[in-house]
Structures are given as C-alpha cells and as structure tokens.
C-alpha cells in the first residue's frame, strides 16, 4: 500500500526521516510546490493533489501545515485512512495566536522579505514556538521561498474546514502551535513539543505501524 506524505510548512521530508513503517508501506513523500501568484487554496491544493495515483488504494499522512492539506486532498482523492500529526481537524481548533492572525490579517501586511532570511526575526520565532531546544531546528526547514512562507501562513490563519470523519489526530502534549487543549486527538505524544515526529520518532512509528498495515 502507497502512504502519501506531506510535511510541515517550510519542511522537506528530512523532519520525518526517523519515523518507521511497516515493511509493506510505499512512502511517498509530496514536496512542497511554490504558489503561483496569487494561487487560490483550492488551486493550489488541486496541483497538491496531482502527484496522487488514486487508480488504487492508498494512505494519506500529513504534518502540521501538511496535516491541512492532506485532509483538502480527501475531499478530492479519499484515501482507506489518514493521519495528521501536529494538526488540527478543523479551524475551531485554531490557537488564539493563529485567530488573531486571522482576524487582524496580520500576515498581508508584513514585508515579503521578513520571510526569506534564514538569520531574520521569523526563523528565531520558529526555533522558539517549535523547539528551542532543537540546536538543528533550522536544518529541517529547507523551503525557504519567502512568498511560499508568507502566502502558506497567510492560508493557515484563514483555514475554515469542518470536521470529516476518521481523521486520525496524534498530538504532542506541549505543542504551542496548536496546543492539545483545543483538540480531542486520538493520540497524545507525552513530553514533547511540535518536533515530535522528529523528537519522539520511535513512540510515534509504533502507533503509526498499528495504522497502517
């Protein structure tokens, strides 16, 4: 069985290289696309979506940024299950930092090249909120294009999705960017940050071993 994998916003799939799977799982992982200007999500989801072979059976996977969009894809490719690690399920589970974004449009008005330094204020802030622990944080955040950061963050803050059914939820108890209070998961990661797939990778593959098979 094929498992489609998407990482996390500005993420290859270097930050998920320590989990396992079981030796019958084809993991596919989908890179990242640059938005066209202006791309609509759905558009952008639909060109997502492409590298999808849905003439058979297969598994959909996503983290954080990539949960959101694994769970758009089902809407357009169903897959037998899906698992979104460090998400949420719908934007009702959005923190209070992530809604004010939306509710002041914060993002628009920051400059595009406040996004494209690797050194600026934005990857401190991510090394903060994701593991300030992690001395190689910034290793695992390879997509840099500062209209992709921008126009990613931009669509996270505006995300408006309900709940569909047997979306799978593994969650990290000291997640600051979707804290687990916000969330029922399926799955609780004890001790660990947003980093989890990364940090806890061995708990995290024998859960995902007993998902798909």
Aim: aromatic fraction near 12%; glycine fraction near 4%.
């Amino acid at each position: 069985m094929k498992l489609y994998i998407i990482s996390g916003l500005g993420a290859d799939e270097k930050v998920l290289e320590k989990l396992t799977f079981n030796p019958e799982i084809e993991v596919i992982h989908i890179p990242w696309l640059i938005p066209n200007l202006n791309e609509e999500f759905s558009d952008y989801v639909h060109r997502m979506a492409e590298s999808i072979d849905d003439s058979e059976d297969f598994y959909l996977m996503g983290y954080s940024f990539g949960g959101i969009l694994v769970q758009e894809i089902q809407k357009l490719k169903p897959a037998n299950k899906i698992v979104i690690l460090g998400s949420i399920r719908c934007d009702a589970e959005k923190s209070k930092f992530i809604k004010l974004g939306e509710k002041t449009n914060a993002i628009k008005y920051i400059p595009k090249p406040f996004f494209g330094n690797s050194s600026s204020v934005l990857y401190m802030f991510l090394k903060k909120i994701f593991d300030s622990k992690n001395a190689n944080l910034l290793e695992y955040f390879r997509v840099k294009d500062p209209y992709y950061l921008k126009w990613s963050m931009d669509k996270v803050a505006k995300w408006k999705f309900d709940k569909i059914p047997d979306v799978i939820q593994i969650l990290a108890d000291k997640d600051i960017v979707f804290p687990i209070k916000n969330s029922q998961p399926d799955f609780v990661i004890k001790n660990a940050t947003h980093l989890f797939p990364l940090t806890k990778a061995k708990q995290v593959s024998e859960i995902l071993k007993t998902i798909f098979v």
